[in-house]
Structures are given as structure tokens and as C-alpha cells.
């Protein structure tokens, strides 16, 4: 598709369910990024995938939460047991990192709409 | 961790003002990055700087990246009611392919 996209664009779930996120990036795209977002908040990084490396975890609030990518493309972010304070907008970006840019390889990230997830 | 100090954290102004804004850190990064969010969407870049002391232009946005690499601002010229939403400042970690984000400067333009 012309653009990152995301599935649901809401999810409502009881508290204790797991859920899944998708994320479709745009074609091409080797970097792939999963950021959290909450009701008057930055963006806060979850994790971050980038061709065949082992992905950058570093920014999972807990065991809880995994994010896998099939075939270098599209990702599903799960959430087990959710809870209360998990709800929020999960954004997705991607990015064709190895470009030649000035500064070190940056390259602009593209955003999907969101998945905005509320635990009840 | 990092961060990211973004001011003011709202504002409401006039159709037809100026509007500045800006983001501070306490380390030095070397790509600074100032995106918009609309509601209900996901952010969209708006100015990249690369340079120290860098002075960049997109229609009425004004960004500097500054000469110490710690902070940038943003400028936006004669706003329009179009111009609300979250304004976040962002920079890129080439080290570890990151990108920080602030918490954002809420604009909201009264007609």
C-alpha cells in the first residue's frame, strides 16, 4: 500500500484478554518501529526491528507485551493479560534505513493511523 | 533515559499570529526532527535538520537546529486554523536507529 497500516484502528477489551496489534509497513521498508502513546503523552518506544538483526526490545514495559515481524514485513505487537493502564494508541512507523543521509544513516519514518486500545 | 524537555506544553493564539516553540536536551544529538499529529492520525514529519546552526523553511514552519546540538525551535508564521494539533520535537540516535520523541505542544488557533 501507499502508506504504514494498521489493524484495528480501535480495540476494546476486557481486562485479562490478550491482544493483537498489526502493523503493515510500506513495501520496501526495512526498519520497523512500535511506539506507545498515551492520553496527553509523547511517544514512548517499545521496540524496534531492522532487516534480519535481532530486534531492539529495550523499550517493552514488560514481559507482557511481544512483538514479532514475519518475512521482514509485516508485525503484530501482542499484549497477554492486559491491563487498565495498557490502554493507549500503539503507533507503528517505518523507514528505509541505509539511505545516505547526512547525520548517520537517518531516514524519515513514516507513521500509521494508530490502533487506540482501551481495557475495560 | 534521554529526554526530551518540549515547551510550552499548550497554547492558544489568534488566527494570524506567530507561533514559536521549542525542545531541549541534555545530550547531544545530531539529527532533530519536528513532526505534527493531527487527531486520529499518526505524526507526520514537518522539518529534518541535520547541521548545527541550521536554519530550515517548509511554506510558513521555520526550524533551527542549535549550535550546540542540544535544542531546536520552531517557528510558525501567520497560523491558520489549520495549524492545531500536537507539535512533537524529535531526534534520531544514529547509534542505536531510535527516535525520541518530546511530549508535544498542544496548538490549538482560535478563528
Known amino acids: 500500500g501507499a502508506g504504514v497500516s494498521q489493524s484495528p484502528s480501535n480495540k476494546v477489551t476486557e481486562k485479562g484478554k490478550d491482544v493483537e496489534l498489526r502493523c503493515d509497513p510500506i513495501?520496501?521498508?526495512?526498519?520497523l518501529y512500535w511506539y506507545r502513546q498515551s492520553l496527553g503523552q509523547g511517544l514512548e518506544f517499545l521496540i524496534y526491528f531492522q532487516g534480519n538483526s535481532a530486534p531492539d526490545k529495550s523499550g517493552l514495559p514488560s514481559d507482557r507485551f511481544s512483538a514479532e515481524r514475519t518475512g521482514g514485513s509485516v508485525s503484530t505487537l501482542t499484549i497477554q493479560r492486559t491491563q487498565q493502564e495498557d490502554s493507549a494508541v500503539y503507533l507503528c512507523?517505518?523507514?528505509?534505513?541505509?539511505?545516505?543521509?547526512?547525520?548517520?544513516?537517518?531516514?524519515?519514518?513514516?507513521f500509521g493511523q494508530g490502533t487506540r486500545l482501551t481495557v475495560v | 533515559g534521554q529526554q526530551l524537555n518540549q515547551s510550552p506544553q499548550s497554547m492558544f493564539i489568534q488566527e494570524g499570529e506567530d507561533v514559536s516553540m521549542n525542545c531541549t536536551s541534555s545530550s547531544i544529538f545530531n539529527t532533530w526532527l519536528w513532526y505534527k499529529q493531527d487527531p486520529g492520525e499518526g505524526p507526520v514529519l514537518l522539518i529534518a535538520l541535520y547541521k548545527a546552526g541550521e536554519l530550515t523553511s517548509n511554506g510558513r514552519l521555520t526550524a533551527q537546529f542549535g549550535i550546540t546540538r542540544k535544542d531546536s525551535f520552531l517557528n510558525i508564521s501567520a497560523s491558520i486554523p489549520s495549524d492545531v494539533g500536537i507539535y512533537f520535537c524529535a531526534v534520531f540516535t544514529s547509534g542505536t536507529y531510535k527516535y525520541i520523541f518530546g511530549t508535544g505542544t498542544r496548538l490549538k488557533v482560535l478563528a
Open positions: 512507523a517505518s523507514s528505509l534505513v541505509g539511505s545516505r543521509r547526512t547525520g548517520g544513516g537517518y531516514t524519515e519514518a513514516f
Open positions: 513495501s520496501g521498508h526495512t526498519a
